[in-house]
């Protein structure tokens, strides 16, 4: 079952775009309002920027490295969580695809583990 988000922009049952580029800085505004982030902060768009830059690097296996946003935007290590709540939300409000990697790896206890 998919959700509408934003006028004509769906997510899977997990809250994912269906379609990447339905992504926009509204689109962003919209899935953070879902996840309970009322503000997006400078930070917040410098670690979404990370983010989307990595992942089109065209890497498969680029979502357990972002750990390494952190230093990548001039904050500690954990900068996600306390930005975000957990790295699954900022990639999902990213707007890109739910990983396909083996999520209990890297992320025990996750919503989608």
Known sequence: MS??????????VDGFLRE????????????ASAEGIATLTPKH??????????????QPDWFPRLATIGEQVGERENCIAALFGDALIAW????LPKP???LDAHMPGSRLS
């Open 100 to 102: 396909a990697v083996d």
């Open 20 to 31: 990447g580029a339905d992504w926009n800085e509204e689109v962003a505004f919209e899935l």
């Open 92 to 95: 999902r409000i990213a707007g």
């Open 3 to 12: 959700n509408d988000i934003v006028d004509n922009v769906q997510t899977d």
């Open 45 to 58: 768009w410098e670690v979404i920027r990370a983010i989307r830059d990595g992942y089109s690097t065209g």
